[in-house]
């Protein structure tokens, strides 16, 4: 499975942005699909998983602001990113999991090369 962000950019606080990801290889729609963030200075963190199933969990730190869909006909998922903050900044990864839904960053095989969000005050 290969995988493919896009979407980034820079916005003003408050704003949205949509990431997308899209997937390659004939069983991608059978992943939980993941989005990490890495901050500067910081570690990569949980952002939120969709599985195959549509079950979802999200970090607390986006829980209501965030919202993580997928297609599964088009093995693209996206995430809504609304009410951002500069604390969002971040680079975001997109991640699949063969063993679905999970935040443990260890359980996705496959990591796609990551889009850059600037959030500025």
């Known amino acids: 499975v290969q995988l493919q962000a896009s979407g980034g950019g820079l916005v003003q606080a408050g704003g949205s942005l949509r990431l997308s990801c899209a997937a390659s290889?004939?069983?991608?729609?059978?992943?939980?699909m993941g989005w990490f963030r890495q901050a500067p200075g910081k570690e990569r963190e949980f952002v939120a998983t969709?599985?195959?199933?549509?079950?979802?969990l999200y970090a607390v730190s986006v829980q209501g602001r965030f919202t993580v869909s997928r297609e599964n006909t088009k093995n693209t998922a996206s995430l809504q990113m609304n009410s951002l903050k500069p604390e969002d900044t971040a680079i975001y990864y997109c991640?699949?999991?063969?063993?679905?839904?999970?935040?443990?960053?260890?359980?996705?095989?496959?990591w796609g090369q990551g889009t850059q969000v600037t959030v500025s005050s």
């Open positions: 969709i599985g195959w199933n549509g079950a979802i």
């Open positions: 290889g004939r069983t991608a729609n059978t992943y939980a």
């Open positions: 991640a699949a999991s063969i063993r679905g839904i999970t935040t443990v960053q260890t359980s996705y095989n496959y």
